[in-house]
């Protein structure tokens, strides 16, 4: 299986300067709300294990997952932490966030946010990619203007481990989609406003926010019971943890963990 990086900036290991703090919300739901799709088995572990790794050098970090049984007995520092994956309580800690962030830009430090994913991804009949929340559908419209947008973090990493995860940051080809924050505005004016909205929700617009998928195009992603987790979720673990540093000098940069990837 292939998989996509996206390089758009730096990515700080646990080395990090004095002045760069790091905020990571970390986010995993082993079900789909799409009906007759198999729940998974390990995207929960993935986000516990994620969560474990960045306790150990991020300023804030925060986890949203409901861990089975067996997960809960495997990670029970990450279980007692852990909330439920619903779309208000994401999105309430991601404002907390930015205020605690905008706060650190007065003082003159670099914040950094992770926002990672596992779970069920899917495009709808328009093309647009999306992800599942435990009660709702995050979709690209919604990351780039809810999350990356307003976010006040310097440089943000969104990092999702899901099938066709690549039509969560790129457009589809062909048709392209409406989302419904756009207006039916009628002749020219309307057409600007819909080419403007269209153009925000492009990466290159975003040049703060760094993306690292599981897929480069419409394509499934697998979880292994030797990993119990996810690929992408296991070598992002990895290159965390060292195995990516390939000059040794403590920090991971994108380049290095496509070559560590590849």
């Known amino acids: 299986m292939k998989h996509a990086v996206v390089i758009a900036s730096l990515l700080v290991c646990a080395a990090a300067s004095a002045r760069t703090k790091t905020y990571a919300i970390i986010i995993a739901e082993n079900r789909s709300l799409d009906p007759g799709v198999k729940p998974l088995q390990f995207a929960d572990d993935d986000g516990a294990k994620t969560w474990e790794l960045f306790s150990l050098f991020a300023d804030r970090t925060a986890l949203f997952v409901v861990l089975d049984s067996d997960s809960a007995r495997l990670y029970p520092e990450a279980a007692a932490h852990a909330e439920s994956p619903e779309r208000a309580a994401i999105f309430d800690k991601l404002a907390r966030f930015n205020a605690e962030m905008a706060r650190d830009l007065d003082r003159g430090d670099e914040p950094q946010l992770f926002f ?13 990619g999306y992800i599942n929340l435990r009660d709702a559908k995050l979709t690209r419209a919604e990351l780039y203007r809810d999350v990356i947008a307003p976010s006040k973090a310097r440089f943000i990493h969104v990092v999702v481990d899901a099938c066709k995860s690549y039509y969560l940051v790129n457009a589809r080809g062909g048709k392209r ?15 600007a406003h819909l080419q403007a909205f269209l153009e925000e929700e492009q990466l290159e617009r975003h040049p703060r926010a760094g993306v690292i998928v599981a897929t480069s195009g419409d394509q499934e992603t697998h979880e292994w019971a030797r990993y119990r987790g996810g690929i992408l979720s296991h070598e992002l673990r990895s290159a965390l943890s ?12 994108y380049s290095e963990l496509r070559a560590f990837r590849a």
């Open 116 to 128: 990672i994913y596992a779970g069920h991804g899917d495009v709808d009949g328009n093309g647009q």
């Open 177 to 191: 989609w409406v989302d419904d924050a756009v207006p039916p505005e009628e002749g020219a004016a309307g057409d």
């Open 242 to 253: 060292g195995a990516a540093d390939v000059n040794g000098d403590g920090r991971i940069e």
